[in-house]
């Protein structure tokens, strides 16, 4: 992030970024969670922060915020939709780094669960969480979100019998209604947590860039230089 050599291709533009998982609580002591770290979303708020942009960075994650950047700390998907809503008010340019789960515990326990008498385990019920990015998309149609706000999505996928990584990507980014989906393949491995990482980034006019594995930054960078150009152009 040296300054003396980066575009200052964002200024006056406010960016909010989603990063980390979220937590959804099982019990007082106890959440479903999931192993993302936050490193890319904190990548691409500290770059856009440092190409100009007020960046606003809605997370989970207690890793070191970035200059001159906003943090809000949310838990579960609940929260990060409503903060993300709240934000996106005024917004840009919106990137949905956040690994978002897709269920919460239907029901919250007030005290701690305990092993059945049996000492067999209560099963959880699962119910369905707010798709954020879809909501943004519904409240730019509406104007609650600018209509020029740029919305980027991730999708983590493993390739499996119905298709590869990038067929997913395609259908995940038409089904989403966002105008980009930066797709990461993933496995056990890869990925989550590891200071790497590499994918394509689609846009909803057919375009494809490929971005070979490498650094969280230079994903983060091919990915403002995305957006960047479809703002200008
Ligand atoms: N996302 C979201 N709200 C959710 C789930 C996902 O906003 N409840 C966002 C993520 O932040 C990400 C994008 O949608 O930017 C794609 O997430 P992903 O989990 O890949 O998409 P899903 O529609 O949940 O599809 P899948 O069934 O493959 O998990
Ligand atoms: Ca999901």
Redesign the pocket.
């Known amino acids: 992030l040296d300054g003396g050599t980066l575009p200052f291709d964002l200024a006056g533009k406010r960016v909010v970024v989603?990063s980390g998982g979220t937590r959804e609580e099982i019990d007082p002591v106890r959440f479903l969670g999931n192993h993302s770290s936050g490193k890319q979303g904190h990548a691409i708020a500290a770059l856009a922060s440092a190409r100009g942009a007020e960046v606003t960075l809605v997370t989970s994650s207690s890793l070191p915020v970035p200059p001159a950047v906003t943090k809000i700390d949310i838990e579960s998907?609940r929260e990060?939709?409503e903060q993300?809503l709240e934000a996106a008010a005024v917004a840009d340019i919106v990137i949905?780094?956040?690994?978002?789960?897709?269920f919460r515990p239907a029901d919250v326990s007030d005290s701690k669960l305990k092993k059945g008498s049996d000492g067999e385990p209560a099963e959880i019920r699962l119910t369905?969480?707010?798709?954020?990015?879809?909501?943004?998309v519904a409240a730019r149609a509406i104007g609650e979100v600018p209509s020029s706000c740029v919305l980027?999505?991730?999708?983590?996928?493993t390739g499996d019998t119905s298709g590869t990584v990038l067929e997913?990507g395609r259908a995940?980014l038409a089904?989403?209604g966002?105008d980009f989906?930066?797709v990461n393949e993933v496995g056990r491995d890869t990925t989550f947590g590891k200071d790497d990482n590499g994918g394509w980034i689609l846009d909803s006019e057919g375009g494809e860039i490929l971005v070979e594995r490498a650094s969280k930054d230079l994903l983060a960078a091919r990915i403002l230089d995305a957006v960047v150009a479809r703002t200008t152009t």
């Open positions: 989603t998907a990060l939709r993300t949905k780094a956040a690994a978002v789960a897709d369905r969480n707010p798709d954020i990015l879809a909501d943004l980027v999505g991730f999708a983590a996928e997913h995940k089904r989403k966002c989906l930066v």
